[in-house]
């Protein structure tokens, strides 16, 4: 599995489960085929530059992302009430650097079977993260005096600290302009790009699947969120085209994880 280290300079860092108090899903270890250690942040990182090829059709993550849908299953089957809250609170979170920051630091800790420390928080980031906590069906229970927190549904908890620690990797305009994605409902669309961009990663605005992409208001957004991401993004009358960037690392994928996340959650 990977986690988020405080002592590394970025990227998903994968750890054995041996002696683990929390023994994470098959489902969540999967995942993994990703990341490699330190690749977002560390430009030192051998073959990490490469990883994402330059000035390519954004179909060229359609593999790396064909699991995605596994992994964020446990959001499609949540009942629809307990899955809005979610989203809701997700979004929300988008809007606060520090809490998205603060939310990889309490999954870390969970994943280590240490109590997060919450105290840097004001106390009305704290409720807000262990409202958040308990959407998940995290629960604060006591062995030996000590107080941890066990998640009830491990699938559901994977799916979120995957989500979570692609959060934590993108920069603060990225998060907002992702917001504002969500509110302007264009995530499912976004989501489909990779699997039907032809080789040159163009798709043709008549695409019904698309389509919310034909609105110049929209289309911006959208644009300055791949921008951010290393990905560019042009429209003509009758098409959009969507080509990394030169040396674009990790971030088209660490981007797409958080699409596909929400889009899970969302279902819009």
Do not use: W
């Amino acid at each position: 599995e990977f986690c988020l280290l405080d002592e590394q300079q970025g990227g998903f860092e994968k750890e054995s489960t041996e002696g683990s108090a929390y023994p994470h899903s098959v489902q969540f270890r999967d995942a993994s085929f990703l990341y490699q250690p330190d690749a977002v942040d560390n430009e030192m990182y051998s073959g990490a530059k490469n990883l994402v090829p330059s000035d390519a059709s954004i179909r060229i993550l359609k593999q790396d992302l064909s699991r995605l849908k596994t992994q964020f299953q446990p959001f499609v089957k949540l009942p629809e009430e307990k899955r809005r809250a979610l989203y809701k609170t997700l979004c929300e979170l988008l809007l606060h650097e520090e809490m998205v920051t603060a939310l990889g630091d309490v999954f870390d800790d969970i994943c280590t079977g240490d109590k997060p420390d919450l105290q840097e928080l004001k106390l009305e980031q704290q409720r807000d993260l262990l409202d958040f906590l308990q959407l998940l069906g995290c629960s604060l229970q006591t062995e030996l005096l000590l107080q941890k927190y066990q998640p009830q549904d491990e699938e559901l908890f994977s799916a979120a600290h995957l989500l979570i620690s692609a959060l934590s990797e993108l920069p603060d305009d990225t998060l907002v302009l992702l917001c504002a994605c969500c509110d302007l409902q264009v995530v499912p669309a976004l989501c489909c790009l990779p699997n039907i961009a032809s080789a040159d990663g163009t798709v043709a605005l008549s695409t019904p699947l698309v389509a919310t992409l034909a609105d110049r208001g929209r289309f911006e957004v959208v644009q300055r969120l791949f921008a951010s991401s290393n990905i560019n993004l042009e429209m003509t009358e009758s098409s959009v085209k969507a080509v990394t960037m030169k040396e674009p690392r990790f971030f088209p994928l660490v981007l797409y994880v958080a699409l596909y996340g929400f889009h899970a959650l969302g279902g819009n």
